[in-house]
């Protein structure tokens, strides 16, 4: 037991603690949001799997699987519990609050804290699945991660966050200074290309459903989801042609080869999902997108547009994965849930106003206290209703629930 007031702590930008009762209050809305999706057009999920399913899409995904369809769900992640003093990570505390809300409304919900990459991880998954989720009829793949440990040779992949073939220059925020600055950032080597490929691109999520075939778990008709960003001309140096956007390249490729390895088998497909830009952990970490979801939210929110993580991912089941029939797709076969971020009087707003950020007028013509609360959120730090001068119990187990 550890009660105790929890002040936020920050390293640079990033909170090095989080809240529970935060953590707990952002879960719930999200079932809020869920629980409001309209009944399935078609068969709707039973039993789902998410890879990276503690915070942002991924948590929005298992969220709106459980809350919104009525799925059994398996979540993987990596986080840390607490210890002694300290506090857990976010997702750690998301999740312990999504299963303690399960067991409450009888739903069942598994989960694996440990590295999705590793063999012993998906050994894990597939004893879990056997008994309790078979067959599987989704699997979301939604991990996030600067680094990958490979399974089959030991070696240790670091992503970066580079341009290719020749240097970036952009106006960005500094975030701890909240100073707006032009950054030049070099480009990749190529070896740092490859590793990002391995780290972010499709191989892993390749051997999770290669793994899930071989076992026999698979329904027919089975899906499977990866979720990428292409975004707008001024992120694409650093984004779409950057090291990111050649990883997510290589997930494309992925979806076309596993449709091929579902589709004669269980009539199943593979689809990548491209994303609107929204704050989570991962986004803010890539160079110029702070100043982009600084901006981009507040034009939306202008044109009600706006839509946080819990609300495309519903859009993604309601249009999309639960209308019985085969989802609209782009002409390169991804589902488009970016499509009001990408409507042209949007980012033409957002680009006019681009130019015009400077450090004294951050917070007049972009919402960079609304961005830096919903980065805060993410930590459950400065969630309304929350008395953060009480004390709170830090030590909260995570059980899975098995109605
Ligand atoms: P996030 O940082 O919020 O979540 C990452 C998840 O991956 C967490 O659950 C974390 O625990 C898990 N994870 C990381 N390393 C792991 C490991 N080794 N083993 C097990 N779990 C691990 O990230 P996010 O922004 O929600 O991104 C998820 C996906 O959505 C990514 O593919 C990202 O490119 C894509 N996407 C994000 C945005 C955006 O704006 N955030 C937009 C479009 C698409």
């Not at 991990?143 to 073939?165: D, E, M, Q, W, Y």
């Not at 199943?268 to 702070?290: C, D, R």
């Not at 993604?316 to 409507?343: H, N, Q, V, Y």
Request: proline share 6%; aromatic share 8%.
């Amino acid at each position: 037991m550890s009660r105790q007031v929890i002040k936020r702590r920050s390293r640079g930008f990033i909170c090095v603690n989080a809240h529970p009762e935060g953590c707990r209050r952002n879960v719930e809305r999200q079932i809020a949001v869920a629980e409001k999706l309209p009944p399935a057009r078609g068969a709707a999920p039973r039993n789902v799997l998410v890879v990276g399913a503690s915070t942002g899409y991924g948590l929005a995904s298992r969220i709106a699987a459980a809350w919104g369809c009525g799925a059994r769900t398996l979540g993987v992640f990596f986080e840390r519990p607490p210890d002694g003093d300290k506090t857990a990570t976010a997702g750690y505390y998301n999740t312990a609050a999504l299963a303690e809300r399960a067991a409450r409304d009888g739903r069942y919900a598994a989960h694996i804290n440990g590295d999705a990459f590793s063999d012993e991880c998906k050994r894990s998954a597939i004893e879990i699945i056997r008994r309790h989720l078979t067959p599987l009829d989704l699997v979301i793949y939604s991990l996030a991660s600067p680094k990958r440990t490979h399974p089959r040779t030991g070696i240790v992949h670091n992503s970066v966050l580079k341009p290719i073939g020749r240097p970036f220059s952009s106006r960005t925020v500094e975030l701890d200074s909240e100073k707006v600055v032009d950054v030049t950032l070099p480009p990749a080597a190529e070896n740092e290309i490859a590793d990002t490929v391995a780290v972010m691109g499709g191989e892993d999520w390749r051997m999770w459903i290669e793994a899930l075939v071989a076992e026999g778990l698979l329904a027919p008709g089975v899906r499977t989801v990866a979720y990428s960003y292409i975004g707008p001309e001024l992120t694409w140096p650093i984004y779409r042609d950057g090291t990111i956007g050649r990883a997510k390249q290589n997930l494309e490729q992925t979806a076309r080869t596993l449709t091929q390895l579902l589709s004669p088998k269980f009539d199943g497909s593979a689809y990548i999902s491209v994303n609107k830009a929204v704050v989570t952990q991962a986004s803010a970490a890539i160079p110029v997108v702070p100043l982009y979801l600084s901006l981009l939210p507040k034009v939306m929110r202008g044109k009600h547009l706006d839509e946080n993580p819990i609300e495309q991912i519903c859009r993604l089941f309601s249009d999309f994965l639960s209308t019985g029939k085969t989802p609209a797709t782009d002409e390169a076969g991804r589902i488009r849930l970016d499509d009001r971020e990408m409507r042209l009087d949007v980012q033409s707003e957002v680009s006019a106003l681009f130019p015009q950020v400077t450090t004294e007028n951050l917070r007049q013509i972009s919402d960079f206290a609304g961005f830096q609360r919903e980065f805060r959120n993410l930590f459950g730090f400065e969630v309304s209703d929350v008395d953060y001068e009480q004390p709170f119990e830090t030590d909260v187990p995570l059980r899975d629930s098995s109605a």
